[in-house]
């Protein structure tokens, strides 16, 4: 996996928290790297180099970190924020067939009521024309 490789990318889907987590181990990672390079300029400076470069060599390396922390995470919310919204959008479909298949099947068990009753209707008539023709006789 590349240094700068990040999480879910197509071919490397992950869940969100376990894209957190590997941020977080890379941001962690980073920050012992920065810090083990102002330890180093720290010995260097002892050994007699200028305060004042070493700062502003730390400024820098600082606002190299917090931008590239800042791009990576608004990468990485838009990637989350792509997926919750197709999540979302496939669960409104769902909802919206669940509703039309609801509204058929209440369709169908009206249907199937209104023409048994009709059905029973037409027996009931020829079963009162059978008994008057039995009491004609």
């Known amino acids: 996996m590349d240094q700068y490789e990040t999480p879910g990318e197509p071919g490397n889907p992950e869940s969100p928290e376990v894209a957190a987590e590997k941020a977080r181990e ?11 390079g102002v330890e180093e300029m720290l010995t260097e400076q002892e050994s007699g180099i200028d ?3 070493l700062r502003r060599e730390l400024d820098v390396l600082r606002e190299e970190t917090d931008f ?3 791009r990576r995470v608004r990468k990485t919310e838009k990637r989350l924020n792509k997926r919750i919204d197709k999540v979302v959008d496939r669960t409104d479909a769902l909802e919206q067939r669940l509703d039309q298949v609801e509204q058929e ?3 169908a068990e009206w249907r199937i009521h209104t023409n048994t009753e009709q059905m029973l209707d ?3 008539q020829e079963i009162r024309a059978i008994a008057d023709l039995f009491t004609q006789r």
Do not use: C, D, N, P
Request: charged share 35%; glycine share 4%; aromatic share 4%.
């Open 51 to 53: 305060e004042t470069v």
């Open 68 to 70: 590239l922390l800042k």
């Open 105 to 107: 099947r209440q369709y």
């Open 26 to 36: 890379r941001l962690h990672a980073e920050i012992e790297r920065v810090r083990s």
């Open 122 to 124: 037409g027996i009931l």
